[in-house]
């Protein structure tokens, strides 16, 4: 059974920092694509960064994303991070763990609120 748990939210002021990550079990890692995705209240989940598996890494992020947010990987470890710098109130959301295989495999979420 896949699963797909993100740690490492919680609250913080805005300009701040935060890293995600998501530990994948049950499931070959390096091979697959690994995503980021957000949720705010009240809007639809957009796509924050991906990371392709593989050999050569290829990585794309949403163009609010670019200049703030990395998305890595560790195969040795079946954890994708993302690390998200410069915070805003508008980064508030839910942050989902994906995983590119078979359609798609989903964690259950991490919150990350900016506030001050």
């Known amino acids: 059974q896949v699963q797909l748990v993100e740690s490492g939210g919680g609250l913080v002021q805005p300009g701040g920092s935060l890293r995600l990550s998501c530990v994948v079990s049950g499931s070959i890692f390096g091979i697959y694509t690994m995503g980021w995705y957000r949720q705010a209240p009240g809007k639809q989940r957009e796509l924050v960064a991906r990371?392709?598996?593989?050999?050569?890494?290829?990585?794309n992020y949403a163009e609010f994303a670019k200049g703030r947010l990395t998305i890595t990987r560790d195969n040795a470890k079946n954890t994708v991070y993302l690390q998200l710098n410069s915070l805003k109130p508008e980064d508030t959301a839910v942050y989902y763990c994906?995983?590119?295989?078979?359609?798609?495999?989903w964690g259950l979420g991490t919150q990350v609120t900016v506030s001050s």
């Open positions: 994906w995983q590119g295989r078979a359609g798609g495999y």
């Open positions: 990371i392709s598996g593989g050999g050569a890494v290829i990585v």
